[in-house]
């Protein structure tokens, strides 16, 4: 028997522990954009998926295991660059392997987070019809320390630094832990071609043998999964890519990326406990809490940046929050912040910014009866009687701004 790559042995020993807790008959899906990443996880999925559940005193029972391929339709040829992935996915001996199109628009937030919002609006509607367990996202640990690396530029929180979870819901990322010359070598041993997405190229960094990048890394506006057609270039991340990071190691040594990856890791596991904290406090300081319908004006109002309805007329969507003031303020500021940015969550479906966050923050340390001020998606906030209000408004327009009037209240 002849020796195995050790990066196709790294490769089949992340997804058998991704799968291993899968029973009989369990159906894994391979996001797959053609690239050497998401190709080098379907070769791993495939060889895997049979082997599943096997141990040193049982056989194996197996699991199925198929592909989605998201195709947006937003560059020259993407159609036959998504047959191609079904092809090699199929040649793999997956079932099924489904090809889905998808129509990007762009809501305001810019294009990538619309393709973005699109592919795991595809992926999620192809898990359910399938019936599938678990998806597997290709990302690997140099998408990891791009992640990070960005989020240190944007001057983000540790949520934020804490890069992309290994786990979320039914998805999966077996390979943060591998480089991406691991994926390019699981593709090689495989006898499989990847694609290289224009868009991550720069003119200093071209696509080395063989290829380049996987197209399915994540955007500057978070994690991406796997589909061709990324749309126009996007050069803060490419540069990142093929000029920042490799300066960076020549400066301060090899091994930046596999130590950015740590860094997230680490912060992770902070970011969680501290989550944990704050959601024992937003229930603590929760004196008031009303779900309904706010009115007919403000049904199937759109989310900025976001690109979908936030259907306020819901059943059970949150439209008043009241907090007491005194038990927000007197917790950590750090886990008050958070339990803020949770109960904007709560009435907006619009992603708050640190500003938000200081003006809510404001009611609860600074108060000086200033007047409300309005969050995303049209959502509003203020203090009265000792008590922080959180509301949507029926018919107001979203406003992404923070403003506060001349009102004065006890």
């Not at 998401?38 to 895997?48: H, R, T």
């Not at 998808?102 to 795991?120: N, Q």
């Not at 390019?184 to 720069?202: H, I, M, Y």
Request: hydrophobic share 40%; net charge positive.
């Amino acid at each position: 028997m002849g020796q195995v790559d050790g990066g196709v042995r790294r490769a089949r020993a992340a997804v058998r522990e991704a799968i291993g807790g899968l029973g009989p008959g369990a159906l894994v899906l391979v996001a797959c954009s053609g690239g050497a990443d998401s190709l080098a996880l379907a070769a791993a999925l495939a060889y895997e998926a049979p082997r599943a559940g096997r141990t040193v005193r049982s056989p194996a029972h197996g699991v199925r295991a198929g592909a989605v391929i998201v195709d947006h339709g937003l560059q020259p040829g993407s159609a036959a660059v998504a047959a191609r992935a079904a092809e090699q996915c199929r040649g793999l001996g997956l079932d099924p392997v489904l090809v889905r199109e998808v129509t990007v628009h762009d809501a305001g937030g810019g294009l990538e987070a619309a393709a973005r919002d699109a592919r795991y609006a595809a992926l999620d509607r192809a898990a359910r019809e399938a019936g599938a367990d678990l998806v597997l996202l290709g990302h690997t640990l140099d998408d990891q320390a791009e992640q990070v690396l960005l989020g240190l530029a944007r001057g983000a929180g540790a949520r934020s630094l804490a890069g992309m979870p290994p786990a979320r819901g039914i998805y999966r990322r077996p390979f943060l832990g591998l480089r991406r010359g691991d994926t390019e070598a699981v593709c090689a041993a495989s006898g499989l071609t990847f694609w290289t997405d224009p868009t991550n190229l720069v003119p200093s960094a071209g696509p080395g043998p063989g290829g380049g990048p996987d197209s399915a890394g994540p955007g500057p506006g978070g994690p991406d999964p796997a589909g061709p057609g990324e749309g126009p270039p996007v050069p803060l991340r490419s540069r990142v890519r093929g000029v920042a990071l490799p300066v960076l190691e020549q400066v301060l040594g090899p091994g930046l990326a596999e130590a950015l990856a740590r860094s997230a890791s680490s912060l992770r596991d902070d970011a969680d406990a501290l989550d944990a904290l704050a959601s024992d406090l937003l229930e603590r300081a929760t004196v008031e809490r009303v779900t309904g319908d706010p009115g007919p004006a403000s049904s199937g109002s759109t989310a900025p940046g976001r690109g979908r309805p936030e259907d306020p007329a819901a059943p059970g969507v949150v439209v008043h929050v009241a907090l007491d003031a005194a038990v927000l303020e007197a917790a950590p500021r750090a886990v008050r912040r958070r339990a803020l940015r949770g109960a904007a969550h709560l009435v907006t479906a619009a992603a708050t910014t640190a500003r938000h966050i200081d003006a809510l923050e404001a009611f609860v340390v600074s108060w000086s009866g200033q007047g409300p001020a309005h969050l995303p998606g049209g959502a509003r906030a203020e203090r009265a009687y000792g008590r922080l209000f959180l509301r949507r408004v029926p018919g107001a327009a979203p406003n992404p701004g923070v403003r506060s009037g001349p009102v004065r209240r006890r």
